[in-house]
């Protein structure tokens, strides 16, 4: 709120005036352009809260031995009674992935456990993960959504045509449990906080 208070001529008076007018036309502008950005980060980080039911998806697949049958896509539902674990990311072969997805394979039996689902899902080929998944051992799968229809159910497409790098994990109840809009592949204090809740989604 812009309080003014002043003695002077007319003309002084009518300066001032002009000069208030110009800072508060300034102040709403800058408002308007933050409540523009407001609403494009609102779209940007969409998608499930914790404790709402996580949407559903059928996806290709491919993991380190080979391309998943064409007639066996994954599908959530099937794993409905354990937890789940949804890792969007950008792209197989690149620093940031790489180092995300090295940490979960080398940590998997303390990020996860043997009874959790993890999967990654990018819109890179199905060789292409087969080949990256072989290159990094990993011990889960990778989905392939081409046209980022399931990262847009999660709140996690982007313009590039490539997902942004959020975590979902969701309970044994089909809901989501615990969400990262903006995981740090580089950040130790992001696996941690997903362990955790990995860990809380498994205990119930």
């Known amino acids: 709120m812009i309080s003014l208070s002043f003695r002077g001529s007319t003309l002084m008076r009518l300066h001032v005036l002009g ?6 036309a300034a102040h709403v502008s800058a408002l308007s352009a933050q409540d ?10 969409g998608g499930p809260r914790e404790g709402t039911t996580a949407p559903e998806f059928s996806l290709p697949w491919a ?28 792209s197989d072969f690149t620093k940031g992935c ?17 009874d959790v689902v993890v999967v990654g899902i990018n819109a890179d080929s199905l060789e292409t993960h087969r080949r990256f ?23 996690s497409s982007s313009d590039s045509g490539r997902p942004r790098r959020t975590v ?11 969400r990262n809009l903006q995981f740090n592949a580089l ?5 941690s906080e997903l362990g955790s809740a990995v860990q809380a989604a498994r205990d119930g």
């Open 133 to 155: 998944a072989a290159s990094l051992d990993l011990p889960f799968r990778l989905l392939t959504d081409p046209d980022q229809d399931v990262a847009r159910k999660y709140g």
């Open 19 to 24: 000069l208030a007018g110009c800072l508060l």
């Open 36 to 45: 523009a950005a407001g609403v494009s980060r609102a779209i940007v980080v």
């Open 187 to 191: 950040d130790p204090r992001d696996y």
């Open 98 to 114: 790489t180092a995300q997805m090295q940490t979960f394979a080398d940590q998997y039996d303390t990020l996860f456990g043997s």
């Open 63 to 90: 993991n380190r031995e080979a391309v998943g049958p064409t007639d066996a896509p994954y599908e959530l539902w099937r794993d409905r009674g354990k937890t789940v674990v949804l890792a969007f990311y950008p």
């Open 168 to 178: 979902f994990v969701i309970g044994p109840d089909g809901r989501v449990k615990y």
